[in-house]
């Protein structure tokens, strides 16, 4: 008989004496047989000359920046200078290898109490019209003031850890596993999946792959808390092969269906929101999934899936196109492929490959990344080494780049690349600089009469307190007026960013904010723009905050400071 080859998983499963599914008997012995002569002639790593490691002589503060900016959020002069001190090899350990860094972050103070109270759908049902509006309203607004807290809470966290590629990692995997808080309609859920996606950041393919299939807010998200054997819903079963396993072209709408079976029963406990199994919601019957047959549950599907020859190239493409660029070479695919399944599927092996990689330096990967709208704004702030902004403020800004947290566009997240930028949005950055660096009338306007959006993502506190009557609204019209006034403020400090005793010359300005924002040359072009600037500015050594702030808002305002 013809021995097709097992996957890493089968042989290993083989060797500690489990069972495979479907392995027929030749098939068994043939992996016992592989299983001796990899430990007899262990097989060489074949890296490609595109994933050598960089040495420590191509080492340069430069790279150093570009790794940060990378697989974090960038950094000030001062961090960018004590990552390039360590070295590649030292820096990029410094970085994957996170858990070694001690963090202790609180959680936001509406996920300290526990999850809420669930909502009584018949006190609901059985009062008045006026007072039900009024207990939606409520439901509604308290819902609200916890997202603002959590995107708040969420975004400290991406401007001020010491462990910045657990953080991207998050924002990966929240676009990738994508679920929005609109129709999961709790805050707490996407507190807690949050927390799931960095605690499982940089691990294993199929613990983070079995975490989201239990999470609440995936399973109300895509409605598989309700699925059952009399109607098993596919909406999970379909998303998590075609955009978070395999991709298109690889299952059947058979496979759909009989893994949809296999998930009947995966619920929730929804006074707890935690992941609760049913067996009486459960198909026990025979299904036949990916060319296996057996009584299969939801574990079993996600073995079989990540097993498929697809899986592993599928989500090595994905990350090396959300940290370096799109389409990579087959090479640095296969190259990343064989580390991931050498290492017994874990992420941290792959990512060093990456970080440590000669392309992941090219040409091809430099200052050619448009940032996103959550890097464009963190990375800004951590440039201009300014504390974060209103949380509100925040969700606005990124909001009206088209990213805003724990509400993607649809279950596919966001596109990124090209479509973060229009000719619409590229204004759009251009003016919300303003507000981080000069704040005053541009921020007030934005606050104004015609800044509903703005003026709802502010609201940190319960606007519909129970007293509502003229004195209450008073003191409400007080507390958001000197909210107002604070978000004016700049956040920005010129001296943090440009020290007096650099402003010698133009050229000693240029040099240094240049290093500061953009890490790279000017362009041509650019660099004769503000020279052209800055002779119209004062000289200098006699410049003002107002000068300053001008500069670094005209630097902001290029094409060039919108890449990475």
Not at 44 to 68: F, G, I, Q, V
Request: charged fraction near 25%; aromatic fraction near 10%; hydrophobic fraction near 40%.
């Amino acid at each position: 008989m013809e021995l097709s080859p097992l996957t890493p998983r089968q042989a290993a499963r083989w060797e500690s004496g489990g069972k495979p599914h479907t392995l027929q008997k030749g098939r068994m012995w043939s992996a016992q047989a592989l299983c001796i002569l990899c430990a007899i002639f262990p097989p060489p790593t074949r890296y490609s000359s595109m994933l050598r490691p960089l040495s420590k002589a191509e080492w340069t503060p430069a790279r150093a920046a570009h790794l940060l900016n990378r697989a974090g959020f960038g950094g000030s002069p001062q961090e960018i200078d004590a990552l390039a001190a360590l070295g590649p090899e030292a820096a990029v350990a410094s970085l994957v290898d996170y858990d070694r860094i001690d963090e202790t972050v609180t959680p936001p103070d509406f996920a300290l109490e526990g999850p809420p109270e669930p909502f009584d759908r018949r006190a609901m049902r059985n009062a008045e019209e006026e007072e039900r509006k009024k207990m939606q309203r409520q439901r509604r607004v308290s819902n609200r003031v916890d997202l603002n807290h959590l995107r708040g809470w969420w975004f400290e966290r991406m401007r001020s850890t010491r462990r910045p590629l657990q953080e991207k990692m998050t924002l990966f995997w929240h676009g990738h596993f994508a679920t929005s808080v609109e129709k999961v309609k709790s805050t707490y859920a996407m507190y807690l999946q949050n927390e799931t996606l960095r605690r499982h950041a940089a691990g294993s393919w199929e613990e983070i792959v079995s975490a989201v299939s239990h999470d609440p807010a995936m399973l109300i998200y895509l409605d598989g808390a309700r699925s059952k054997k009399q109607a098993p819903n596919e909406n999970y079963a379909r998303e998590l092969m075609e955009l978070f396993t395999l991709g298109e072209g690889h299952y059947t709408e058979g496979d759909i269906h009989e893994a949809a079976r296999a998930f009947t029963g995966w619920t929730i406990d929804r006074k707890n929101l935690r992941f609760r199994e049913s067996p009486f919601m459960h198909d026990r019957g025979t299904k036949t999934f990916m060319g296996k047959t057996g009584d299969f549950d939801g574990a079993d599907i996600i073995r079989i899936l990540l097993d498929h020859p697809e899986a592993a190239p599928f989500i090595c493409r994905k990350l090396w196109a959300f940290f370096a660029y799109p389409d990579p070479e087959e090479e640095i695919v296969n190259g990343l492929v064989e580390v991931f399944l050498k290492s017994g599927m874990q992420f941290r092996p792959v990512l060093s490959t990456v970080f440590r990689s000669r392309a992941f330096y090219s040409n091809r990967a430099g200052r050619t990344q448009i940032k996103s709208p959550v890097q464009w704004l963190v990375s800004t702030l951590k440039y201009l080494e300014a504390p974060l902004p209103d949380p509100g403020l925040c969700a606005y800004v990124t909001a009206r780049l088209g990213q805003t947290l724990f509400e993607p566009p649809n279950v596919k997240g966001w596109e990124g690349g090209t479509a973060w930028i229009t000719p619409a949005t590229l204004l759009e950055r251009y003016n919300l600089a303003a507000i981080l660096v000069e704040g005053g009338e541009s921020t007030r306007d934005a606050v104004g009469d015609g800044g509903r959006d703005m003026r709802r993502m502010m609201m940190m506190e319960d606007p519909m307190a129970e007293e509502d009557n003229a004195k209450s609204r008073r003191e409400r019209r007080r507390q958001m007026q000197a909210r107002r006034k604070a978000i004016a403020e700049p956040v920005v400090d010129p001296d943090v960013v440009l020290p007096g005793a650099l402003r010698t010359d133009g050229e000693t300005v240029r040099r240094h904010l240049q290093w500061r924002l953009f890490q790279s040359e000017l362009r041509p072009k650019d660099r004769e723009a503000f020279e052209s600037f800055f002779a119209t500015l004062p000289k200098p050594r006699t410049w003002k905050d107002a000068d300053v702030r001008a500069v670094v808002h005209a630097m902001l305002s290029t094409p060039q400071f919108q890449l990475t």
